[in-house]
C-alpha cells in the first residue's frame, strides 16, 4: 500500500502555469504507475495522465496533451504535474493514484490508491 498527498493546486489566472506535486510514502512506490485524475463538481473523474515506474511510458489525453507534463523522481518519492497555458475548464480536484497494471490504466477503476486531492482554480 502506497500512501499519497497531492500539493500545489491554487488560483490562477487562464494561460497561467502550476505545478502539482504527490509525495508518496510506501517502499513499492518506484514500481508503481502513477496516474493524475480530476473532477470538476457534478462530472465524473477524469483521467489527466500517467506516468510508468521507468518513467518510460507517459500517457495524456487529448485534452491535456501538448500542455500538461508528468514526471517523476523516485529517489524523492514524487511525481509532478506541470501544467501549462491552463484554461477554466481545467477547474477540479485533482488527484494522484497508485496503480499496479503495466501498460495504460487509465480508468479510476485500475488504481488502489488515491491521495485526497488539491484543487485548482482556473479564472477567466
Known amino acids: 500500500q502506497v500512501q499519497l498527498a497531492e500539493s500545489g493546486g491554487g488560483l490562477v489566472q487562464a494561460g497561467g502555469s502550476l505545478r502539482l506535486s504527490c509525495a508518496a510514502s510506501?517502499?513499492?512506490?518506484?514500481?508503481?504507475?502513477i496516474g493524475w485524475f480530476r473532477q470538476a463538481p457534478g462530472k465524473e473523474r477524469e483521467f489527466v495522465g500517467l506516468?510508468?515506474?521507468?518513467?518510460?511510458?507517459?500517457y495524456y489525453p487529448d485534452s491535456v496533451k501538448g500542455r500538461f507534463t508528468i514526471s517523476r523522481d523516485n529517489s524523492k518519492n514524487t511525481v509532478y504535474l506541470q501544467m501549462n497555458n491552463l484554461k477554466p475548464e481545467d477547474t477540479a480536484v485533482y488527484y494522484c493514484?497508485?496503480?499496479?497494471?503495466?501498460?495504460?490504466?487509465?480508468?479510476?477503476?485500475?488504481?488502489?490508491?488515491w491521495g485526497q486531492g488539491t484543487q485548482v482554480t482556473v479564472s477567466s
Open positions: 510506501g517502499r513499492t512506490f518506484s514500481r508503481k504507475t
Open positions: 493514484a497508485a496503480s499496479d497494471k503495466l501498460g495504460y490504466p487509465n480508468e479510476a477503476s485500475h488504481y488502489n490508491d
Open positions: 506516468i510508468s515506474w521507468t518513467s518510460v511510458g507517459v
